[in-house]
Protein backbone atom coordinates (compact mmCIF):
# COMPACT_ATOMS: atom_id res chain seq x y z
CA UNK A 1 0.00 0.00 0.00
CA UNK A 2 1.12 3.63 -0.81
CA UNK A 3 1.06 6.10 2.55
CA UNK A 4 -2.36 7.24 0.86
CA UNK A 5 -4.45 3.74 0.94
CA UNK A 6 -2.68 3.46 4.84
CA UNK A 7 -4.20 6.68 5.26
CA UNK A 8 -7.63 5.81 3.64
CA UNK A 9 -7.70 2.41 4.84
CA UNK A 10 -7.16 3.64 8.34
CA UNK A 11 -9.88 6.65 8.35
CA UNK A 12 -12.27 3.88 7.35
CA UNK A 13 -11.69 1.99 10.35
CA UNK A 14 -12.28 5.46 12.35
CA UNK A 15 -15.57 5.45 10.58
CA UNK A 16 -16.35 2.11 10.86
CA UNK A 17 -16.16 1.88 14.62
CA UNK A 18 -17.66 4.89 15.03
CA UNK A 19 -21.03 4.08 12.81
CA UNK A 20 -20.85 0.50 14.08
CA UNK A 21 -22.15 1.73 17.41
CA UNK A 22 -24.59 4.03 15.81
CA UNK A 23 -26.52 2.34 13.11
CA UNK A 24 -24.30 -0.93 12.42
CA UNK A 25 -22.96 -2.14 8.97
CA UNK A 26 -19.18 -1.09 9.40
CA UNK A 27 -18.18 -3.15 7.19
CA UNK A 28 -19.86 -1.10 4.36
CA UNK A 29 -16.91 1.38 5.02
CA UNK A 30 -13.67 -0.63 5.50
CA UNK A 31 -15.08 -3.40 2.57
CA UNK A 32 -15.12 -0.95 0.09
CA UNK A 33 -12.14 0.82 0.54
CA UNK A 34 -10.03 -2.55 0.75
CA UNK A 35 -10.84 -3.64 -2.82
CA UNK A 36 -10.33 -0.06 -3.89
CA UNK A 37 -6.21 -0.47 -2.24
CA UNK A 38 -6.12 -3.32 -4.38
CA UNK A 39 -7.36 -6.24 -1.22
CA UNK A 40 -9.20 -9.55 -2.96
CA UNK A 41 -12.30 -9.90 -1.80
CA UNK A 42 -12.11 -12.91 0.16
CA UNK A 43 -8.49 -11.47 1.91
CA UNK A 44 -10.63 -8.20 2.59
CA UNK A 45 -13.12 -10.16 4.44
CA UNK A 46 -10.76 -12.02 6.89
CA UNK A 47 -8.82 -9.40 7.19
CA UNK A 48 -11.67 -6.72 7.68
CA UNK A 49 -13.07 -9.43 10.21
CA UNK A 50 -9.94 -9.63 12.54
CA UNK A 51 -9.63 -6.09 12.20
CA UNK A 52 -12.88 -4.97 13.79
CA UNK A 53 -12.54 -6.83 16.39
CA UNK A 54 -10.62 -4.35 18.77
CA UNK A 55 -13.33 -1.81 17.79
CA UNK A 56 -16.65 -3.71 18.54
CA UNK A 57 -14.75 -4.54 21.64
CA UNK A 58 -14.09 -1.16 22.95
CA UNK A 59 -17.79 -0.70 21.78
CA UNK A 60 -19.27 -3.11 24.35
CA UNK A 61 -17.12 -1.75 26.92
CA UNK A 62 -18.57 1.34 26.16
CA UNK A 63 -21.74 -0.23 27.04
CA UNK A 64 -20.73 -1.65 30.61
CA UNK A 65 -23.69 0.29 32.46
CA UNK A 66 -26.32 -1.18 29.89
CA UNK A 67 -25.19 -4.43 30.01
CA UNK A 68 -25.62 -5.13 34.14
CA UNK A 69 -27.79 -7.24 34.69
CA UNK A 70 -27.94 -9.11 31.23
CA UNK A 71 -25.59 -12.02 32.41
CA UNK A 72 -27.94 -14.73 31.47
CA UNK A 73 -29.11 -13.09 28.17
CA UNK A 74 -25.46 -12.65 27.24
CA UNK A 75 -24.72 -15.71 27.76
CA UNK A 76 -27.56 -17.78 25.87
CA UNK A 77 -27.80 -15.38 22.73
CA UNK A 78 -23.69 -15.57 22.48
CA UNK A 79 -23.90 -18.94 22.39
CA UNK A 80 -26.42 -19.03 19.64
CA UNK A 81 -23.52 -16.29 17.60
CA UNK A 82 -20.70 -18.02 18.47
CA UNK A 83 -22.14 -21.44 17.01
CA UNK A 84 -23.59 -18.96 13.77
CA UNK A 85 -20.67 -17.02 13.38
CA UNK A 86 -18.05 -19.73 13.00
CA UNK A 87 -20.49 -21.54 10.77
CA UNK A 88 -20.43 -18.46 8.41
CA UNK A 89 -16.43 -18.47 9.04
CA UNK A 90 -16.19 -21.83 7.88
CA UNK A 91 -18.50 -21.77 4.83
CA UNK A 92 -16.37 -18.42 3.82
CA UNK A 93 -13.71 -20.78 2.98
CA UNK A 94 -15.19 -23.62 2.04
CA UNK A 95 -17.28 -22.59 -0.92
CA UNK A 96 -14.84 -21.11 -3.46
CA UNK A 97 -13.94 -17.27 -4.07
CA UNK A 98 -15.85 -17.44 -7.57
CA UNK A 99 -18.54 -18.27 -5.22
CA UNK A 100 -18.27 -15.64 -2.84
CA UNK A 101 -17.64 -12.82 -5.47
CA UNK A 102 -20.90 -13.65 -6.98
CA UNK A 103 -22.61 -13.93 -3.71
CA UNK A 104 -21.24 -10.56 -2.12
CA UNK A 105 -22.45 -8.21 -4.24
CA UNK A 106 -25.69 -9.12 -3.45
CA UNK A 107 -25.53 -9.33 0.41
CA UNK A 108 -24.17 -6.06 0.24
CA UNK A 109 -27.28 -4.84 -1.58
CA UNK A 110 -29.38 -6.48 1.07
CA UNK A 111 -27.56 -4.53 3.86
CA UNK A 112 -27.85 -1.67 2.41
CA UNK A 113 -31.41 -2.11 1.71
CA UNK A 114 -31.57 -2.89 5.24
CA UNK A 115 -29.29 0.40 6.14
CA UNK A 116 -32.49 2.68 4.11
CA UNK A 117 -34.91 0.73 5.78
CA UNK A 118 -33.30 1.01 9.23
CA UNK A 119 -35.66 3.90 10.60
CA UNK A 120 -38.66 2.10 9.19
CA UNK A 121 -38.04 -1.23 10.95
CA UNK A 122 -37.14 0.55 14.13
CA UNK A 123 -40.23 2.26 14.22
CA UNK A 124 -42.53 -0.99 13.33
CA UNK A 125 -40.18 -2.68 16.22
CA UNK A 126 -41.83 0.75 18.71
CA UNK A 127 -45.24 -0.58 17.23
CA UNK A 128 -45.20 -3.79 17.47
CA UNK A 129 -43.94 -3.32 21.16
CA UNK A 130 -46.16 -0.32 21.89
CA UNK A 131 -49.21 -2.90 20.40
CA UNK A 132 -47.66 -5.17 22.79
CA UNK A 133 -48.50 -2.78 25.74
CA UNK A 134 -44.99 -2.97 26.84
CA UNK A 135 -43.37 0.41 27.87
CA UNK A 136 -39.75 1.31 26.91
CA UNK A 137 -38.89 1.50 30.34
CA UNK A 138 -39.71 -1.95 31.63
CA UNK A 139 -37.83 -4.78 32.53
CA UNK A 140 -37.45 -7.71 30.30
CA UNK A 141 -40.85 -10.15 30.33
CA UNK A 142 -39.68 -12.84 28.54
CA UNK A 143 -36.61 -14.54 26.84
CA UNK A 144 -37.43 -14.51 23.23
CA UNK A 145 -37.53 -18.34 23.38
CA UNK A 146 -36.38 -20.40 20.77
CA UNK A 147 -37.32 -18.24 18.19
CA UNK A 148 -34.78 -15.46 18.69
CA UNK A 149 -32.40 -17.98 19.62
CA UNK A 150 -32.65 -19.98 15.59
CA UNK A 151 -33.39 -16.22 14.63
CA UNK A 152 -30.06 -14.97 15.80
CA UNK A 153 -27.67 -18.22 14.63
CA UNK A 154 -29.12 -17.49 11.20
CA UNK A 155 -28.43 -13.77 11.46
CA UNK A 156 -24.96 -14.89 12.94
CA UNK A 157 -24.29 -17.06 10.36
CA UNK A 158 -24.73 -14.86 8.04
CA UNK A 159 -22.39 -12.36 10.42
CA UNK A 160 -19.58 -14.71 9.90
CA UNK A 161 -19.85 -14.86 6.39
CA UNK A 162 -20.07 -11.40 5.93
CA UNK A 163 -20.59 -8.98 8.64
CA UNK A 164 -22.42 -5.63 6.93
CA UNK A 165 -25.63 -5.08 8.72
CA UNK A 166 -25.98 -7.55 11.39
CA UNK A 167 -26.30 -5.68 14.02
CA UNK A 168 -29.54 -4.35 12.59
CA UNK A 169 -30.74 -8.14 12.51
CA UNK A 170 -29.39 -8.22 15.61
CA UNK A 171 -31.33 -5.12 17.00
CA UNK A 172 -34.46 -5.51 14.98
CA UNK A 173 -34.75 -9.56 16.30
CA UNK A 174 -34.50 -8.52 19.72
CA UNK A 175 -36.27 -5.28 19.61
CA UNK A 176 -39.21 -7.52 18.44
CA UNK A 177 -39.15 -10.12 20.95
CA UNK A 178 -37.45 -9.22 24.18
CA UNK A 179 -39.34 -6.42 26.68
CA UNK A 180 -36.34 -4.08 27.06
CA UNK A 181 -35.09 -0.57 26.44
CA UNK A 182 -33.63 -0.46 22.98
CA UNK A 183 -29.87 1.27 24.91
CA UNK A 184 -29.74 -2.24 26.80
CA UNK A 185 -30.65 -4.07 23.53
CA UNK A 186 -27.95 -2.12 21.46
CA UNK A 187 -25.35 -3.00 24.45
CA UNK A 188 -26.44 -6.61 23.54
CA UNK A 189 -26.18 -6.54 19.82
CA UNK A 190 -22.61 -5.25 20.75
CA UNK A 191 -21.39 -7.72 22.82
CA UNK A 192 -22.54 -10.28 20.00
CA UNK A 193 -21.09 -8.75 16.79
CA UNK A 194 -18.23 -8.94 19.30
CA UNK A 195 -18.84 -12.51 19.75
CA UNK A 196 -19.15 -13.28 15.68
CA UNK A 197 -15.84 -11.13 14.67
CA UNK A 198 -14.03 -12.33 17.15
CA UNK A 199 -14.75 -16.56 16.53
CA UNK A 200 -14.46 -15.55 13.07
CA UNK A 201 -11.44 -13.74 13.42
CA UNK A 202 -9.90 -16.87 15.45
CA UNK A 203 -11.14 -19.70 12.77
CA UNK A 204 -9.28 -17.26 9.71
CA UNK A 205 -6.47 -17.10 11.81
CA UNK A 206 -5.16 -20.70 11.49
CA UNK A 207 -6.83 -21.14 8.13
CA UNK A 208 -6.95 -17.97 6.19
CA UNK A 209 -4.43 -15.50 4.02
CA UNK A 210 -4.56 -11.89 5.79
CA UNK A 211 -3.24 -8.69 4.64
CA UNK A 212 -1.71 -7.62 7.55
CA UNK A 213 -1.41 -4.26 6.70
CA UNK A 214 -4.61 -3.86 6.62
CA UNK A 215 -5.65 -5.81 9.71
CA UNK A 216 -3.42 -3.27 11.60
CA UNK A 217 -4.72 -0.32 10.14
CA UNK A 218 -8.51 -1.00 10.79
CA UNK A 219 -7.91 -2.05 14.45
CA UNK A 220 -5.95 0.83 15.47
CA UNK A 221 -8.57 3.07 13.28
CA UNK A 222 -11.74 0.86 15.04
CA UNK A 223 -10.72 1.23 18.35
CA UNK A 224 -10.50 4.42 18.33
CA UNK A 225 -13.56 4.87 16.66
CA UNK A 226 -15.21 2.56 19.12
CA UNK A 227 -14.10 4.32 21.85
CA UNK A 228 -14.83 8.17 20.93
CA UNK A 229 -16.82 7.57 17.44
CA UNK A 230 -20.25 6.97 19.24
CA UNK A 231 -20.34 10.67 20.85
CA UNK A 232 -19.40 12.02 17.86
CA UNK A 233 -21.52 9.78 15.26
CA UNK A 234 -25.10 10.47 18.14
CA UNK A 235 -24.58 14.51 16.99
CA UNK A 236 -24.61 13.96 13.19
CA UNK A 237 -27.89 13.22 11.66
CA UNK A 238 -28.81 9.56 11.34
CA UNK A 239 -29.74 9.89 7.58
CA UNK A 240 -26.35 11.81 6.87
CA UNK A 241 -24.82 8.25 7.85
CA UNK A 242 -27.18 6.38 6.18
CA UNK A 243 -26.26 8.56 3.19
CA UNK A 244 -22.86 8.04 3.47
CA UNK A 245 -23.09 4.29 4.06
CA UNK A 246 -25.50 4.28 0.92
CA UNK A 247 -22.59 5.65 -1.23
CA UNK A 248 -19.73 3.50 -0.48
CA UNK A 249 -21.85 0.26 -0.49
CA UNK A 250 -23.09 1.10 -3.65
CA UNK A 251 -19.03 1.79 -4.99
CA UNK A 252 -18.16 -1.80 -2.87
CA UNK A 253 -21.25 -3.35 -5.57
CA UNK A 254 -20.05 -1.30 -8.49
CA UNK A 255 -15.55 -2.01 -8.01
CA UNK A 256 -17.28 -6.04 -7.29
CA UNK A 257 -19.20 -5.94 -10.43
CA UNK A 258 -16.65 -4.94 -12.92
CA UNK A 259 -13.76 -6.95 -10.94
Known amino acids: MTIWDMLGVLFAGVW ?22 GVPPVTATVSNALGLVPGTLSGALGYRAELAGQRRRVLRLGTAALVGGLAGAVLLLVLPPTA ?9 GI ?18 RARRGTADGEEAARDGGPVLIGALLLASVYGGYFTA ?4 LYLSLMGMLLDDRMQRLNAVKTVLATIVNSVAALFFLFAAHFDWT ?4 IALGSTVGGHFGARIGRRLPPAALRAAILVVGVAAIVQLLLR
Open 214 to 217: AVGL
Open 100 to 108: FETIVPILV
Open 16 to 37: AGAINTVVGSGTLVTFPVLLAV
Open 165 to 168: AQGI
Open 111 to 128: ALVLVVLQPRISAAVQRH
